[in-house]
């Protein structure tokens, strides 16, 4: 399965009362197809809020990007959870959708071992015939998923890629010694060019609903032999990698997405409690990194 070199994880569109708002949700997908050039689309990720959907509405998303992307991109379901039995569940209802694959967070809280781990992910892998492309994102859940436990999880057949997010250090070696068959997806906006320039295959973006045709354009040029290019757009793109984040100081994802989208006219709505809608301060400074 080919994900692509850039694969939008996207917000999940809510209506005033709180609820997904399907007809905005169609007009997302048809922009980040059309607009911003993603190849793939991750729905239900930690950027679409995946903790406070409820598996009905997963479920009924799963379905839906595969109706309405109609093959024009690859669709992979969130499915991860720190319940390998529920994770199993839920992996089983997204390959009856009909999504491309599916994306397994490292499991939180319960902090397992590295050997946990692995059994998680292999039990997880072992329920379907769908693709399976890990998360190792240790800011999130505390426990970090080994190189040396990636590069044995690569040899599950339907084990085909992972999203980095511990360290360049992690990316390159996991690149350096994993089969053929196997991708490495940068996590982090901010790291994506340096993450590719050491191995990793593409980059799973935040940022890419409002900059992505701009990063299509900086991962071609990285990849058409014209390094000094890609890092040209990388450096005027970074200030939107980062700020999207810190707003000035830290604003959890997808807070200022969801608000930068806003700002290009997409009706996406605010987020869900315990998150909360970015103050005036905040708002101001996401106007001024999309120069609005």
Request: with cysteine.
């Amino acid at each position: 399965m080919d994900f692509g070199r850039l694969i939008t994880a996207m917000v999940t569109p809510f209506n005033e009362q709180g609820e997904i708002h399907w007809e905005e949700t169609a007009r997302l997908i048809d922009y980040l197809i059309i607009d911003q050039k993603s190849e793939t689309l991750v729905v239900s990720g930690t950027t679409g809020e995946s903790p406070t959907l409820s598996d009905t509405e997963k479920v009924q998303l799963f379905e839906f990007a595969v109706k309405h992307a109609a093959g024009r991109c690859k669709i992979i379901a969130g499915t991860g959870s720190n319940n390998t039995a529920h994770s199993i569940h839920l992996t089983q209802e997204a390959e009856r959708a009909g999504v491309d694959g599916i994306l397994l967070v490292v499991p939180y809280y319960n902090k397992p071992s590295q050997e946990g781990l692995f059994k998680h992910f292999e039990a997880i892998a072992g329920s379907t015939k769908l693709p399976v492309m890990l998360y190792n994102v240790p800011g999130r859940t505390v426990t970090s998923l080994s190189a040396a436990t990636t590069l044995r999880l690569a040899q599950i057949p339907n084990i085909v890629a992972t999203k980095e997010c511990a360290s360049m250090e992690q990316v390159t070696l996991i690149a350096a010694s994993a089969p053929e068959n196997f991708r490495v997806y940068s996590g982090d906006d901010a790291s994506g060019l340096p993450a590719i320039a050491v191995g990793a295959h593409g980059i799973v973006s935040v940022a890419s609903h409002v900059v992505g045709a701009e990063m299509k354009k900086m991962i071609d040029a990285f990849y058409g032999g014209a390094p000094v290019q890609a890092a040209q757009i990388h450096q005027q793109l970074f200030p939107v990698f980062k700020g999207l984040f810190e707003c000035p100081q830290p604003l959890p994802n997808p807070v200022a997405v969801k608000y930068a989208l806003t700002l290009r006219g997409l009706n996406v709505g605010s987020v869900r409690l315990p998150l909360i809608p970015p103050t005036e301060e905040e708002q101001v400074y996401i106007k001024g990194l999309l120069n609005l």
